[in-house]
């Protein structure tokens, strides 16, 4: 789901999003709690992700570029956050897009005419 329409399921619905990791932050108050703001084309997502579910995908919250999020979405005080239950670092996934962008450029790749 598109940072963008957040705003549109049910508090506690089902939701995946994705995005570049901007933030990540873990207060020392915060009890091991991690909190990871994401990055879409359309804006951002707030993402809480608890001890367990931390330790459960530590390597994709630590080292992942792009993450792909499924959790449950809370409202509280006008923000919204998903609260992580699986993590998973889709971070290959920018390779191809720069792969895509290359071939784009290069006028080996060029589109032929349409034809008629």
């Known amino acids: ?5 957040l705003q549109e399921p ?3 619905a089902c ?3 994705a995005g570049l990791v901007i933030l990540r932050q873990r207060p020392g108050t915060a ?3 991690i909190f990871v703001t994401l990055e879409d084309e359309t804006g951002i997502v707030n993402v809480i992700i608890w001890r367990k579910i931390y330790e459960a995908f530590r390597r994709a919250v630590i080292s992942g570029r792009l ?3 499924t959790g449950r979405l809370q409202r509280a005080h006008s923000v919204t956050h998903v609260i992580a239950e699986t993590v998973e670092d889709i ?3 920018l390779d191809l897009l720069l792969a895509e962008q290359s071939r784009r450029d290069d006028p080996a ?7 008629g």
């Open 10 to 12: 049910p508090q506690n």
């Open 67 to 69: 993450l792909r999020v």
């Open 15 to 17: 939701i995946t999003v």
């Open 91 to 93: 971070s290959p996934m």
């Open 31 to 33: 009890k091991g709690v």
């Open 1 to 5: 789901m598109p940072a963008a329409r």
């Open 109 to 115: 790749f060029a589109q032929g005419p349409e034809l």
